[in-house]
């Protein structure tokens, strides 16, 4: 940073290292003068961008689909060309079950099943459990689901979580668009949306809020849903029309 003195007009630079946030005064090397300055504080969110790691190729590639999927869709509305789907009906899977009542929990740790397993249990979601990376991907591959948490590690597999985030992330975006991934691990910080987009997540919970953990997914979902709403509404509207 440089500045001017008002007194001698010297200019004084100081090193941004060195830089304290806020207002902060610096005495001027030539006549004395006490300067008075000024730096912004650097924003939190700010400074997660700047201490996150690159995106993974995976949920780069899921972005990229999705608005392009999106785009597309939408010019075929605007073009009258017939919706291809509709938001608002699940199919069923290849297994003949509709996946709207099923939620996959991915995870080791006993007390933690039992608590994220009975918080589904109570929301109206038959509940599965899968205690492996190996396990959750048999899941995954032979049945649909609407919610996934998933932890970020497995005892005999540390890079677990990312292996089933990045297999769910690189379905085609209609099919993943309907599920709802909430990474749950001792590390990462509660609806912090920049952690749970770097995982590939749409939701981030730290295991110690566990206890309110059905506040956590309800309001995750609610944003997930309102995620769509304007598309929704688009094809609502086409539909009405033609």
Known sequence: MDLACPQCSRSVHIEDSKVPEGVFKVRCPGCGKIITAEREPTSPAATRTQQ???????????????IATLRQEILELVKGVPATRAQNVSPADESGQNPDNFAL????????VMTISNTLKQMGYSVEIASTT???LKKLEAKS???????????????????????????KPAARRMIFVANVSANTRTIDAGSAFFQGANIAVNKADLPNFENLIR????????FYQL???LITDKERLV
């Open 105 to 112: 929990v991915c995870e080791n740790d006993p007390s933690c």
């Open 219 to 226: 309001e995750g979902l609610q944003q997930f849903q309102h």
């Open 231 to 233: 598309f929704q509404r």
């Open 52 to 66: 996150s790691s690159t995106v993974s190729p995976a949920m780069e590639a899921f972005v990229k689909r999705e």
């Open 134 to 136: 190996a396990e959750s």
């Open 145 to 171: 689901y609407r919610i996934i948490t998933v932890d970020s590690a497995f005892p005999d597999d540390r890079e677990g979580g990312s292996k089933i985030i990045g297999w769910i992330n690189k379905l």
